[in-house]
């Protein structure tokens, strides 16, 4: 079992839908990352969040330390959002990275 | 703020040759940088911790020999792919933490690397 999970793998939504992706880990964190990666390969990093929301224009991300489970919201989806989305933590133990498999949505217009 | 650039993008060569590959924060300091590799459709793999002034770590698996870690300076880091194989074509993508504080990792854009 893998210590970070996100779900869904694949997602695909029309123009203009809500979009939550999950994830969820099962070690203790200092912080949380949400990343994205378009075709290209290039990562940027949405999101860096310890607690409670973070929300920057159309995307928003929570975190639930307790239960050890964030989500990313992305509100009035367009195709241009079509990338990996990426979660990843940063281990109390340690500096690492840990990351989860990847989100892949595809977002038609 | 918080720009890490690569060099090169892309990069193709030849099997039995070197390639190196720069990691650059533009606008901050970073003592610690990493290198991950990715293979299509997976998730990162974190292949060495970067320390400037000081040895790498590897991870477990990561031929030390094969991938050369160089951290000069407070600002670059390169990745030495040593007589490359087709098998090492992959993406390659080195991030770094910035001095003044957190955990927060910045990413470069990745580079490309075909071995033919």
């Known amino acids: 079992k893998n210590e970070v999970e996100q779900s869904p793998q694949n997602l695909t939504a029309q123009e203009g839908e809500f979009i939550t992706i999950n994830c969820s880990y099962s070690v203790g964190i200092s912080a949380l990352h949400w990343l994205q990666q378009h075709p290209g390969g290039g990562i940027v990093s949405l999101f860096m969040l310890s607690s409670g929301k973070k929300k920057h224009g159309r995307l928003i991300a929570t975190i639930n330390i307790q239960e050890k489970h964030s989500s990313l919201h992305i509100t009035a989806s367009h195709p241009r959002d079509s990338a990996v989305y990426i979660c990843?933590?940063?281990?109390?133990?340690?500096?690492?990275?840990?990351f989860g498999e990847g989100t892949q949505l595809t977002v038609n217009p | 703020g918080a720009v890490v650039s690569q060099h090169p993008s892309r990069v193709i060569c030849k099997s039995g040759t070197s390639v190196k590959i720069e990691c650059r924060s533009l606008d901050f300091q970073a003592t610690t940088m990493f290198w991950y590799r990715q293979f299509p459709k997976q998730s990162l793999m974190l292949m060495a911790t970067?320390?400037?002034?000081?040895?790498?770590?590897?991870e477990q698996g990561v031929e030390k020999d094969k991938f050369l870690i160089n951290h000069a300076s407070l600002t670059l880091s390169t990745l030495t792919v040593t007589s490359a194989h087709p098998e090492d074509s992959s993406f390659y993508i080195c991030s770094a933490r910035d001095n003044r504080g957190g955990v927060e990792q910045y990413f470069g854009p990745g580079t490309r690397l075909t071995v033919t």
């Open positions: 970067s320390n400037e002034g000081s040895k790498a770590t590897y």
């Open positions: 990843a933590v940063i281990e109390t133990s340690g500096s690492r990275l840990t």
